[in-house]
């Protein structure tokens, strides 16, 4: 594991160790640039790590955090007049990379960090993250792909993928984007780590009683679907993911959120206590 070393030392500067995959996915070149969104006392050394890491430091900008008023996410804005920043976005590239000395990283970010441009061209459209989750979680009709599956941090701190936010959980594009990083994740999660995160990828999410539930233990035979109830089950309340305003009509409803690896289930079963009991349910 040769980034083990960049994911502890991210942990003790308080930096989200995910943020791993990001750094090391430009270190290894799988992509040219990078940019890390940190908190201004985490400047300094976030600085070292990126060097320490064999990436040169591109440029960066202060800016301010502001809560996001339709989800779960925060906004980042540039500072005007004599605000005081709040947070630092530091562009990094890897030390083999030739860089114009005029190059600017902030003319077209989403370009220059590789993301999809229809990912893109959504996120700088937006403003707010609301759009973003009722596409993931309300868009009727749609395969999510569970390669992006950026719901599971609702209930898991890891990610496969550099943290961006793709246009829809369906963009082949973005689909695409995340498979090029797979390559690297052996060289910064364990088997165990990687296990548990393909656990909470692939497990089922279902909408109920406002709760968003997921349930790393299933079971898929002939298109029934069983979800177990036990300790690793867990929920997070929808009003605290996504404002009302987006929500569909969910009445008593069980909504089934509708992932690749449970596209054809026919039959939703819930498992508690060696209990089985079937579920009406609608897939979204
Ligand atoms: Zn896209």
Redesign the pocket.
Known sequence: MKYLNLKESLSECEINPRFSIDIASVAEGVRDFGLLHIEIYQKEKTIEILQRTNCNIINFRDLKFTKDLESREGMLYDITGCEKPTHCEIWYCSINKKIDPNFDPFINPGEFLGY????VS?YESTSGMGLFYKEYLFSDNKIRYNEINRLCTLFFPNLFMPDFF???LS?E??KEFSLKTQSIINLIYTKEEIKETYRYKLAPILLTSEKLYCFPNFKLENQRLTLIVDNLTQFVNLRSVLDTKYWPSIDGKNLLVNFKNIENTEKLFIESNGIVEELKFELI
Do not use: I, L, M, R
Request: aromatic share 0%.
């Open positions: 999809p441009k229809c990912c959504k793709p246009c829809s963009c594009e973005a």
